[in-house]
Nanobody, 119 residues
Framework: QVQLVESGGGLVQAGGSLRLACAAS????????MGWYRQAPGNERELVAA???????NYADSVKGRFTISRNYGKSTVYLQMNNLKPEDTAVYYC?????????????WGQGTQVTVSS
């Protein structure tokens, strides 16, 4: 059972930046997909960004050009660099990982980290 621990959330003003990190409890070489989802109050959880072991990525339209997902295999960590943050980015951000090339019902999930963007 892989455990994922997020860090890096916090309060930032609009236009600012944050970098989220997600550390896995063991090697992530067997995890073909790692990504970030977010959930704002009253909303469903939505995909923010995903990165596959072959290097392909996909991003939510709302974050394209502002957010970048990356991965450090040596540190078993995936990152989400968030620039030009907007109040609508406020949400709990969850790290996820799967042994498949998609996020399936058997995916692993972190506990989440709060990101709050003030206007």
């Amino acid at each position: 059972q892989v455990q994922l621990v997020e860090s890096g959330g916090g309060l930032v003003q609009a236009g600012g930046s944050l970098r989220l990190a997600c550390a896995a409890s063991e090697s992530t070489f067997g995890l073909k997909t790692m990504g970030w989802y977010r959930q704002a109050p009253g909303n469903e959880r939505e995909l923010v960004a995903a990165l596959r072991s072959g290097g392909s990525t996909n991003y939510a339209d709302s974050v394209k050009g502002r957010f970048t997902i990356s991965r450090n295999y040596g540190k078993s960590t995936v990152y989400l660099q968030m620039n030009n943050l907007k109040p609508e980015d406020t949400a709990v951000y969850y790290c996820t990982a799967d042994q498949l090339y998609t996020i399936s019902p058997r995916a692993y999930w972190g506990q989440g980290t709060q990101v709050t963007v003030s206007s």
